[in-house]
């Protein structure tokens, strides 16, 4: 990181910018409605835009969405599944009490949609799901990419604080979030490009960004960003301070670095050792699922053919997610490849985080082998699964 970038993150730079709006959590109401029939984002921007617009009167027009809700953050779901609640930020935290009506909670009735409505509660938990996606897309960052910590907390500040101020960047962190890995990689190189750019007195070079053109659906230049240093830097030092510092707080600094897959692939591995003395005890972060192909997936890219086989923990409901694993590799000498020399290790698939450790079992009775076989959930020394990527 360049000495100028780390001042900036350290905030030590001196820079004025424009005042901020209040607090986002100050802004924010919680809403919840059926998963069965989520109502879509439209119907809720439409109903709470006019809702505002009907007790406000002359002070604004129907149409000016802009000027009532900032963003809409439906909850963050898989494949499969359906919202059930969302977190609707309005430019104004008198909105908030106007909506609510100094009530704790509101019902509302947006066409055959029940919605719910509270205001947004200010302890970290709530925080974290807030801010879940914010959370996904900087674990792509430092786990999927290897990024550096440091600088991929500040290419997230930039981000949101786009997302934020700018049309052109209007819901630019779930644009992000579905880009293949390549783009998004280039994306952030770009991105620090901005961050030098913006606190230079001048610019040595103006090379292309057409990933952030592609983005933004617009013309967007170095000299478009170093003309708006001042007010950047003001929104970059706000969120890094607000929020990331807050929300990545739980999330390792550097990144694990493990052996590549293709240096593993060479060796002749068999299935020799004790069973016990061949398995990783997995745990998974409550709320993101992770199937036994993922994890398959995951330990086959990182290190090759090593995986020999995988104990689920047993879920009695289908919709229940499993919260730790065994995996038994085929080598004993494998789990200190995997381990690297430490005591645990963090790896990342699809945005997802598993925390794995070498198995300390309880006495067990031999299992046989199976295609499927079952979890020896009750024969495993237990700890608590992390949150989001590992901490609680």
């Not at 909506?99 to 709530?126: A, S």
């Not at 901005?194 to 090379?207: G, H, K, R």
């Not at 670095?257 to 061949?278: I, S, Y």
């Not at 330990?299 to 009695?316: P, S």
């Amino acid at each position: 990181m360049s000495t100028n970038i780390a001042a900036l993150a350290q905030g030590t730079l001196n820079v004025s910018a424009v005042l901020p709006l209040e607090a986002e959590e100050d802004r924010t109401i919680v809403v919840t409605f059926s998963a069965v029939d989520p109502v879509p984002e439209y119907e809720l921007r439409d109903f709470f835009t006019r809702y505002i617009y009907f007790t406000s009167w002359d002070h604004m027009t129907v149409g000016d969405h802009n000027s009532v809700i900032d963003a809409i953050r439906m909850e963050r779901v898989y494949s499969g599944e359906r919202p059930y609640c969302a977190y609707i930020v309005f430019r104004y935290a008198s909105f908030v009490t106007r909506i609510l009506g100094g009530k704790p909670t509101m019902i509302f009735r947006i066409h055959r949609f029940t919605v719910f409505g509270r205001k947004y509660e200010q302890n970290l938990e709530e925080f974290n799901k807030f801010h879940n996606i914010d959370r996904r897309l900087f674990s792509r960052l430092i786990y999927d990419l290897r990024r550096d910590g440091s600088q991929s907390a500040l290419v997230m500040a930039l981000w949101m604080s786009f997302e934020h101020t700018s049309k052109e960047f209007n819901n630019l962190v779930n644009k992000a979030l579905a880009l293949p890995n390549t783009k998004l990689n280039a994306m952030a190189d770009e991105t620090l490009m901005v961050l030098n750019c913006i606190i230079s007195d001048n610019i040595q070079s103006a090379p292309e960004m057409p990933k952030l053109q592609a983005i933004s659906e617009s013309p967007v230049t170095l000299k478009f960003f170093h003309d708006n240093r001042l007010m950047i830097i003001g929104g970059v030092t706000e969120f890094l301070k607000d929020v990331c510092v807050r929300a990545f707080e739980d999330f390792p600094c550097q990144p694990c670095h493990h052996v590549k897959a293709e240096t593993l692939r060479n060796l002749k591995l068999k299935d020799d050792g004790d069973e016990q003395e061949r398995t990783l005890f997995l745990t998974f972060s409550k709320g993101f699922p992770i199937s036994e192909n993922e994890v398959r997936e995951c330990f086959t890219r990182e290190f090759g053919d090593v995986v020999d086989h995988i104990y689920m923990q047993e879920v009695k409901d289908k919709n229940q997610q499993p919260l730790f694993a065994q995996l038994v590799v085929r080598s004993a000498s494998l789990i200190q490849v995997v381990l690297d020399g430490r005591s645990k290790v963090y790896l990342s698939i699809n945005g997802k985080h598993i925390r794995a450790k070498k198995s300390v079992p309880k006495n067990r009775p031999a299992q046989s082998k199976s295609p499927q076989p079952s979890s020896p959930q009750n024969l495993i020394a237990f700890d608590p699964p992390p949150t989001q990527p590992s901490s609680s």
